[in-house]
T-cell receptor
C-alpha cells in the first residue's frame, strides 16, 4: 500500500526566502506525481504534474523535482511571498493491473510572513 | 474557461437527514471524481467515473452513499441518512486525459452534521 508523507506539517518563513517542501512515498513504482495548493476553505489548485519519466517541472517561481528511486519529490518556491501562504499537498498515482489510485499526503501548511 | 463547479458550498443538517451535492466538471473532461476531505487530512477517493460508468467505487460506503452521472457530464453525490462522522468537505474533480491525467478540483462542499 502506497503511503505518502509530507514533512514538516507546518512551516513559517519570512517573505523573500527560498524554501523547499518535501514529499516522500513508500512505493517507487509510480505513474506520476502532482503538487497542489489549497487555500483555507477552498478546493485544490493544481500546481505541477510530473510524469514518472521526468526529473523536474517548472512553473514561474515553482520547481518540482522527482527522484523515483529514493521515493522523494520536492517543491521549491523561490522568493516566497505572503500570497504563497497555503497548504501544499502532493499526490502520487499508481497504475497497476487492478486499476489506478491517487494517494494524497496530509500536506504542509506554509505561512509566509511580512 | 469555467472550472469545476460545485454546489452547495456549505450545508448544515441534522443527523439522519438526507443531503445531496452537485458537480459540473470542466467541459470535455470525461473523468470525474468525488473525494472526501477531513480536517487536516488529504482527500480520499469515494468514486471515479469514466463518462457515465462508475469504474472505481470501492471506497464508497454504499449503505448510505450513492452517486450518479447519468449523461456523462454533471454528477450528484447523495448521503442518506447522514451521520455525525460524515462532516467533511466533499470535493469534485475532473480530468481531461482519462484516469491518469492532471486533476482539476472544484471549491468543495462543506458538510456539517449536527
Amino acid at each position: 500500500k502506497q503511503e505518502v508523507t509530507q514533512i514538516p506539517a507546518a512551516l513559517s518563513v519570512p517573505e523573500g526566502e527560498n524554501l523547499v517542501l518535501n514529499c516522500s512515498f513508500t512505493d517507487s513504482a509510480i505513474y506520476n506525481l502532482q503538487w497542489f495548493r489549497q487555500d483555507p476553505g477552498k478546493g485544490l489548485t493544481s500546481l505541477l504534474l510530473i510524469q514518472s519519466s521526468q526529473r523536474e517541472q517548472t512553473s514561474g517561481r515553482l520547481n518540482a523535482s522527482l527522484d523515483k528511486s529514493s521515493g522523494r519529490s520536492t517543491l521549491y518556491i523561490a522568493a516566497s511571498q505572503p500570497g504563497d501562504s497555503a497548504t501544499y499537498l502532493c499526490a502520487v498515482r499508481m497504475v497497476t493491473g487492478g486499476g489506478n489510485k491517487l494517494t494524497f499526503g496530509t500536506g504542509t501548511q506554509l505561512k509566509v510572513e511580512l | 474557461e469555467a472550472g469545476v463547479v460545485q454546489s452547495p458550498r456549505y450545508k448544515i443538517i441534522e443527523k439522519k437527514q438526507p443531503v445531496a451535492f452537485w458537480c459540473n466538471p470542466i467541459s470535455g473532461h470525461n473523468t470525474l471524481y468525488w473525494y472526501r476531505q477531513n480536517l487536516g487530512q488529504g482527500p480520499e477517493l469515494l468514486i471515479r467515473y469514466e463518462n457515465e460508468e462508475a469504474v472505481d467505487d470501492s471506497q464508497l460506503p454504499k449503505d448510505r452513499f450513492s452517486a450518479e452521472r447519468l449523461k456523462g457530464v454533471d454528477s450528484t453525490l447523495k448521503i442518506q441518512p447522514a451521520e455525525l462522522g460524515d462532516s467533511a468537505v466533499y470535493l469534485c474533480a475532473s480530468s481531461p486525459q482519462g484516469s491518469t491525467g492532471e486533476l482539476f478540483f472544484g471549491e468543495g462542499s462543506r458538510l456539517t452534521v449536527l
